[in-house]
């Protein structure tokens, strides 16, 4: 990120990004922790998992991979931007993270897919729950997303053995690729998977607000659900919207550093473009420890496992105070 007109912002990456990553690491492995707990006891229990809840199993599994790469990013960035284990462990680090990031999104649509067919074509999602198509729809994202994020792979970053994570300063033929390799990216990998989720909630929505003679209870839940519909759309657009705009834009804007026309804008202009690319990578990152808030309330199982729970420990809790007062009165009456 660095450039002829020498308007870097070393300082502010060293900053943010240890500080937002490690942060990121710790809530997403507590988070996830928890959802593997509650999905190891549902398949010990049924010894099967349905396709909603395969499909977030593969969801939590991207996110923890995604999540168990940022120590090695906060790393890079404590050391003063300092890279010791090699350029294969750099450009793997580089390829295990956007490979999930939009794993994730595929995932996302996944689900975001069967919610429509569960209420707008109930017959159809329980044909889909019944028959082994969940895991054959996992494996076709994967080897999608695999293959559509190998390039990357292959580009390059700073020279140097010690350098890593960032963008070739200065280098108009490789910034020109990343160019080509965004806009593939921001239309398969972030347009489409985007309509698809807005087509899908805009049905939803429309259905669970639909008037209809049901009970106060059940009018309820059709109030809580549209909420969440919001609720995830809303992680979704406040995630991946900001990254993809600005990367866009960041990177036309260091095109045009590269190729010299950069030094006619401000520095300001400049610094406050690759500020804006930090923050909105930031955002992007974040969404990985966001996913077990909608584990919670899309999977039904969550909210079964965690109800039991707290009417066990209140069981528990009810049976020692009853212990106590016994144990109190055999003192008293002896």
Same mark, same amino acid.
């Given at each position: 990120?660095?450039?002829?007109?020498?308007?870097?912002?070393?300082?502010?990456?060293?900053?943010?990004?240890?500080?937002?990553? +490690?942060?990121?690491?710790?809530?997403?492995?507590?988070?996830?922790?928890?959802?593997?707990?509650?999905?190891?006891?549902?398949?010990? @229990? @049924?010894?099967?998992?349905?396709?909603?809840? +395969?499909?977030?199993?593969?969801?939590?599994?991207?996110?923890?991979?995604?999540?168990?790469?940022?120590?090695?990013?906060?790393?890079?960035?404590?050391?003063?931007?300092?890279?010791?284990?090699?350029?294969?462990?750099?450009?793997?680090?580089?390829?295990?993270?956007?490979?999930?990031?939009?794993?994730?999104?595929?995932?996302?649509?996944?689900?975001?897919?069967?919610?429509?067919?569960?209420?707008?074509?109930?017959?159809?999602?329980?044909?889909?729950?019944?028959?082994?198509?969940?895991?054959?729809?996992?494996?076709?994202?994967?080897?999608?997303?695999?293959?559509?994020?190998?390039?990357?792979?292959?580009?390059?970053?700073?020279?140097?053995?010690?350098?890593?994570?960032?963008?070739?300063?200065?280098?108009?033929?490789?910034?020109?690729?990343?160019?080509?390799?965004?806009?593939?990216?921001?239309?398969?990998?972030?347009?489409?998977?985007?309509?698809?989720?807005?087509?899908?909630?805009?049905?939803?929505?429309?259905?669970?607000? @639909?008037?209809?003679?049901?009970?106060?209870?059940?009018?309820?839940?059709? @109030?809580?659900?549209?909420?969440?519909?919001?609720?995830? +759309?809303?992680?979704?657009?406040?995630?991946?919207?900001?990254?993809?705009?600005?990367?866009?834009?960041?990177?036309?804007?260091?095109?045009?550093?590269?190729?010299?026309?950069?030094?006619?804008?401000?520095?300001?202009?400049?610094?406050?473009?690759?500020?804006?690319?930090?923050?909105?990578?930031?955002?992007?990152?974040?969404?990985?420890?966001?996913?077990?808030?909608?584990?919670?309330?899309?999977?039904?199982?969550?909210?079964?496992?965690?109800?039991?729970?707290?009417?066990?420990?209140?069981?528990?809790?009810?049976?020692?105070?009853?212990?106590?007062?016994?144990?109190?009165?055999?003192?008293?009456?002896?």
């Amino acid at each position: 990120m660095n450039s002829s007109c020498n308007c870097t912002i070393d300082d502010f990456k060293r900053s943010v990004f240890p500080a937002v990553y +490690l942060l990121i690491f710790i809530l997403g492995i507590a988070g996830h922790s928890v959802s593997i707990y509650v999905f190891f006891r549902v398949w010990k @229990k @049924k010894r099967s998992l349905t396709s909603v809840n +395969l499909f977030m199993v593969n969801l939590l599994v991207s996110d923890l991979m995604q999540v168990c790469s940022l120590p090695f990013r906060a790393f890079y960035f404590l050391s003063n931007s300092h890279w010791p284990f090699g350029n294969v462990a750099c450009r793997l680090i580089f390829y295990v993270f956007y490979l999930n990031m939009y794993s994730s999104i595929y995932f996302l649509v996944a689900l975001n897919i069967m919610r429509y067919l569960a209420l707008v074509h109930p017959y159809r999602f329980l044909r889909l729950q019944s028959c082994c198509r969940g895991p054959l729809v996992c494996c076709l994202i994967w080897l999608f997303v695999a293959l559509a994020s190998s390039p990357l792979l292959l580009a390059s970053t700073k020279k140097g053995a010690e350098k890593c994570l960032e963008l070739t300063s200065g280098n108009a033929t490789v910034i020109r690729t990343l160019i080509i390799i965004n806009d593939a990216t921001l239309a398969v990998g972030f347009v489409l998977p985007l309509a698809i989720i807005l087509w899908c909630s805009v049905f939803v929505v429309h259905r669970l607000l @639909k008037p209809s003679p049901v009970h106060r209870t059940v009018q309820t839940s059709r @109030k809580k659900a549209c909420a969440l519909v919001i609720i995830s +759309l809303g992680f979704y657009l406040i995630c991946f919207l900001p990254y993809h705009i600005v990367r866009t834009l960041f990177l036309h804007a260091e095109l045009d550093v590269a190729n010299n026309k950069g030094c006619e804008n401000s520095c300001e202009f400049i610094q406050g473009m690759r500020k804006a690319a930090v923050v909105s990578l930031c955002l992007g990152t974040a969404n990985s420890c966001l996913d077990p808030i909608l584990f919670f309330f899309v999977g039904e199982n969550f909210r079964t496992f965690f109800a039991k729970m707290l009417r066990r420990e209140k069981a528990d809790t009810d049976n020692r105070r009853r212990s106590q007062q016994r144990a109190e009165l055999q003192v008293l009456s002896s």
